[in-house]
Every structure is written in C-alpha cells, then in structure tokens.
C-alpha cells in the first residue's frame, strides 16, 4: 500500500510554470508506475502523464505534452511535475496516482491517489 501527498499548486497568470510534488509513504514506491491527472470543475478526472518504475520511460497527454514534465526520485519517494507554459485551460486540481494495471491512462488503472493540489491559471 502507499499514501500520496500533492503539494506545489498555486495561483499563477499564463504563461508562468509551476513544480508539482507528489510524496509518497511506504517502501515499495519504487516498484510502481506514477501518473498524474487532473480535475476541472464540470469535468471528468482526465489522465496527463504516467512515468515507469525505473523513470526511463514516460508518456503525455496530447495537451500537455512539449510543456509539462514528470519526472521521479525513488530515492526520495516523490513524484514530480513541472508545468511550463500554462494556459488558463490547465486551471484544475491536479491528482498523483499509483497504477495498480490495466490501461496506463484510465484512472480505474489505479488504486492509490493522493488529495489532489489546486493550478489555477488566470488570463
């Protein structure tokens, strides 16, 4: 099992970044692949990046993709997100999750989420 903490949101206008930081407890971090998703008022949770156990291998969301970067250090049990260029549409409460199998971009995929963290990005 593993418990997941966000923390990094904020306020910011278009166009700025933001680090998103997701700890986690529990020694077997390491063996899970993380993903983030997020949250817009009206709509559903929708996937926006997954990164494998070891870190090497990574996938986005068509619409983050070239400006947000997950990264991870096991190490340290935490699991990133750096938001660069963003846009009022970015504007959600952002959601780390462990996968837990099946389709690597559903959240029915995974079984462990934290609280969530609020972007929001004003015009």
């Known amino acids: 099992q593993v418990q997941l903490v966000e923390s990094g949101g904020g306020l910011v206008q278009a166009g700025d970044s933001l680090s998103l930081s997701c700890a986690a407890s529990?020694?077997?971090?390491?063996?899970?692949?993380m993903g983030w998703f997020r949250q817009a008022p009206g709509k559903e949770r929708e996937f926006v990046a997954r990164?494998?156990?070891?870190?090497?291998?990574?996938y986005y969301a068509d619409s983050v993709k070239g400006r947000f970067t997950i990264s991870r250090d096991n190490a340290k049990n935490t699991v990133y997100l750096q938001l660069n260029s963003l846009k009022p549409e970015d504007t959600a409460v952002y959601y780390c999750?462990?996968?837990?199998?099946?389709?690597?971009?559903?959240?029915?995929?995974?079984?462990?989420w934290g609280q969530g963290t609020q972007v929001t990005v004003s015009s």
């Open positions: 999750a462990a996968f837990t199998g099946g389709s690597s971009v559903s959240t029915k995929s995974y079984g462990y």
């Open positions: 529990g020694r077997t971090f390491s063996s899970y692949v």
């Open positions: 990164i494998s156990w070891g870190g090497i291998n990574t």
